[in-house]
C-alpha cells in the first residue's frame, strides 16, 4: 500500500527533518525495528492506534503496515507535517495527521475504542505524557512507548531500589508494566547519548476514579519529594503519623519501601480522619 514513497532519509533531506534538541527529537529509520516495535504492542486488528511525535514517519508506515484500522499521529513540528503529506495519500483514507501539542491535547477524543497509544516518545516530555494518560487508563487497550532506558527502569522499579520513586507508583498502581525491548543509540539518527527502552502498559481492569489518581499524585509527590525522610516527617502535611496509623504503616518507613499494594491502602485512608 506504501509502496512509492521516498526512503525515510531521503524525506529527512528534503524536508529539512533535521532532529531538534529542543523537541527531543531521535529519529529511528530500520524497518525490521520499527517492525519489531509494533509487534510488541500485540495484536492490532480492529483497534485504532495514536501515535505521538511521528518525525519523518517510520514507526507511521510501520504501524500502518499492521492491521490496525486506523493510524493517527499527532505532531507538533511543522516540518514533520510537511513530510508526512505524502504518507496521507499513500494509506488512502486510514492515516490522519493532527497538528498540534500532544501534552495539550485528549488524545482519547481522537479515535474510537478499541484504541492504542504506540509511540517513540519526544524525549523532554515522556513522562509528563505517560502521567497524563494514565489519568485516563480506562479508555486504553496498551500504550506502547519509547523512553530512555533510565525512565524505562523507573517506570518499571521495584520497592526498595534505586530506580523505585513517584513513576514506578503512579504506573504501576494502574497498568501492568514490562520493559519489551532495549534500543541502542546507533539504531536512532541522531544517536542520542543513552539506551532507550519500550515499556509495555496494560491498564488493569479495575481503574481508581478520578479523584483519587489525585490523591496518589499528591501523595506519591509528598512521600518521594524528600526521600531520606520518614514518612512521618514526609507525610507530615497530609495527616503525618495519624495516616499512617490509620493505613497500619509503621512512621519510621521511606517511601522506597513501601510497596504499591502499600501505597493503595495509604492514598485511600487520606481525608478520612
Same mark, same amino acid.
Given at each position: 500500500?506504501?509502496?512509492?514513497?521516498?526512503? $525515510?532519509?531521503?524525506?529527512?533531506? =528534503?524536508?529539512?527533518?533535521?532532529? +531538534?534538541?529542543?523537541? @527531543?527529537?531521535?529519529?529511528?529509520?530500520?524497518?525490521? $525495528?520499527?517492525?519489531? %516495535?509494533?509487534?510488541?504492542? &500485540?495484536?492490532?486488528? @480492529?483497534?485504532?492506534?495514536? #501515535?505521538?511525535? *511521528?518525525?519523518?514517519? @517510520?514507526?507511521?508506515?510501520?504501524?500502518?503496515?499492521?492491521?490496525? /484500522?486506523?493510524?493517527?499521529?499527532?505532531?507538533?513540528?511543522?516540518?514533520? /507535517?510537511?513530510?508526512? =503529506?505524502?504518507? %496521507?495519500?499513500?494509506?488512502?483514507?486510514? !492515516?490522519?495527521?493532527?497538528?498540534?501539542?500532544?501534552?495539550?491535547?485528549?488524545?482519547?477524543?481522537?479515535?474510537?475504542?478499541?484504541?492504542?497509544? %504506540?509511540?517513540?516518545? *519526544?524525549?523532554?516530555?515522556?513522562?509528563?505524557?505517560? /502521567?497524563?494518560?494514565?489519568?485516563?487508563?480506562?479508555?486504553?487497550?496498551? $500504550?506502547?512507548?519509547? !523512553?530512555?532506558?533510565?525512565?524505562?527502569?523507573?517506570?518499571?522499579?521495584?520497592?526498595?531500589?534505586?530506580?523505585y520513586g513517584r513513576l514506578s507508583v503512579l504506573a504501576q498502581w494502574i497498568c501492568h508494566t514490562d520493559i519489551a525491548m532495549r534500543v541502542p543509540p546507533e539504531a536512532f539518527v541522531p544517536p542520542p547519548k543513552v539506551t532507550s527502552a519500550i515499556v509495555r502498559l496494560t491498564p488493569r481492569a479495575e481503574q481508581p476514579?478520578?479523584?483519587?489518581?489525585?490523591?496518589? #499524585?499528591?501523595?506519591?509527590?509528598?512521600? !518521594?519529594?524528600?526521600?531520606? +525522610?520518614? $514518612?512521618? &516527617?514526609?507525610? +507530615?502535611?497530609?495527616? @503525618?503519623?495519624?495516616?499512617?496509623?490509620?493505613? #497500619?504503616?509503621?512512621?519510621?518507613r521511606r517511601a522506597e519501601t513501601l510497596s504499591v499494594a502499600e501505597f493503595d491502602r495509604l492514598v485511600r485512608q487520606l481525608g478520612t480522619g
Amino acid at each position: 500500500m506504501l509502496e512509492g514513497l521516498p526512503s $525515510l532519509r531521503d524525506v529527512i533531506a =528534503q524536508h529539512g527533518l533535521a532532529a +531538534k534538541r529542543s523537541l @527531543g527529537q531521535h529519529f529511528l529509520l530500520d524497518p525490521n $525495528l520499527l517492525d519489531r %516495535i509494533v509487534r510488541a504492542a &500485540g495484536e492490532l486488528a @480492529g483497534r485504532h492506534v495514536v #501515535e505521538v511525535g *511521528p518525525g519523518p514517519g @517510520g514507526l507511521t508506515r510501520a504501524l500502518l503496515g499492521s492491521a490496525a /484500522v486506523s493510524v493517527t499521529s499527532v505532531e507538533l513540528d511543522d516540518r514533520a /507535517v510537511a513530510a508526512l =503529506q505524502d504518507v %496521507i495519500v499513500a494509506a488512502a483514507g486510514r !492515516f490522519t495527521l493532527v497538528t498540534g501539542d500532544a501534552l495539550r491535547r485528549d488524545l482519547t477524543a481522537l479515535v474510537p475504542a478499541p484504541r492504542q497509544i %504506540i509511540a517513540n516518545l *519526544p524525549y523532554n516530555i515522556g513522562a509528563p505524557l505517560l /502521567v497524563g494518560w494514565l489519568r485516563q487508563a480506562a479508555a486504553w487497550e496498551r $500504550l506502547t512507548l519509547m !523512553f530512555q532506558l533510565e525512565v524505562a527502569e523507573r517506570i518499571c522499579a521495584a520497592p526498595d531500589t534505586p530506580d523505585y520513586g513517584r513513576l514506578s507508583v503512579l504506573a504501576q498502581w494502574i497498568c501492568h508494566t514490562d520493559i519489551a525491548m532495549r534500543v541502542p543509540p546507533e539504531a536512532f539518527v541522531p544517536p542520542p547519548k543513552v539506551t532507550s527502552a519500550i515499556v509495555r502498559l496494560t491498564p488493569r481492569a479495575e481503574q481508581p476514579p478520578a479523584d483519587l489518581f489525585v490523591a496518589m #499524585e499528591r501523595l506519591t509527590a509528598a512521600a !518521594f519529594g524528600q526521600r531520606r +525522610k520518614m $514518612l512521618r &516527617g514526609s507525610l +507530615k502535611a497530609l495527616g @503525618g503519623e495519624k495516616l499512617l496509623a490509620r493505613a #497500619e504503616i509503621a512512621p519510621d518507613r521511606r517511601a522506597e519501601t513501601l510497596s504499591v499494594a502499600e501505597f493503595d491502602r495509604l492514598v485511600r485512608q487520606l481525608g478520612t480522619g
